[in-house]
């Protein structure tokens, strides 16, 4: 059956980064997966929505909405997205039934010094509003299905303790039971450049 596996925290917190590399195990063990980073989605659904309150739940319910009609058709969600309110990602949990919740947890410190566009130095000084961390919250999950110590951890020891919940828990089976794909990177990657020289994102990793 399929699911959405949801990788919230702070900007910084190497949600896209760790979310990436679940997508791209899952689809080397030849299973339906879609990943549906935060930033893309917003360009291409939310572009007209700023970072309010509300503007920022509306974002984060079309993105789970999204997931609910890919899940609906036997398709794993691997989401990377801020999130930052617990009500919205209450309502995605009870829409989308099985929604696997994974906290980066990441002090406010430590994805500052991540920060390489500068962002966060932006946010303090005014230039950003409603910046999360900074002049907006971030609700922590009080009960996340898995926390990724993401200041502490290596991304390939983080990945390990997702895809582990995911086999222990039955959403996945164990690797050695799934035969290896011919899923490439390199058509990934061209599949993202392709998107960026049509206009639907910008820069992305």
């Known amino acids: 059956m399929s699911f959405t596996l949801w990788f919230t925290g702070l900007s910084g917190a190497g949600k896209s980064t760790l979310a990436r590399n679940s997508y ?23 572009s007209e929505l700023g970072f309010t309150r509300r503007d920022r739940d509306i974002n984060i319910r079309r993105i789970g909405f999204i997931c609910h009609l890919l899940n609906r058709n036997g398709i794993i969600c691997v989401v990377a997205a801020i999130s930052p309110y617990a009500e919205a990602r209450a309502q995605n949990r009870e829409l989308l039934g099985r929604y696997v919740e994974v906290f980066c947890r990441c002090p406010l410190e430590v994805a500052e010094g991540r920060d390489v566009k500068g962002l966060y130095a932006r946010a303090r000084k005014g230039e950003i509003p409603n910046f999360t961390g900074i002049s907006d919250p971030y609700e922590a999950p009080l009960a996340p299905e898995i926390v990724a110590d993401t200041a502490n951890t290596g991304i390939n020891d983080c990945l390990c303790s997702v895809l582990g919940w995911l086999e222990r828990n039955s959403y996945i089976p164990e690797a050695d039971s799934c035969p290896r794909t011919s899923f490439s990177l390199n058509d990934e990657r061209e599949w993202r450049s392709r998107l960026i020289r049509l206009g639907y994102a910008k820069g992305l990793d």
């Open 24 to 46: 791209f195990e899952l689809k080397s063990r030849g299973l339906a997966a879609e990943l549906l980073d935060g930033d893309l989605i917003r360009t291409n659904f939310s």
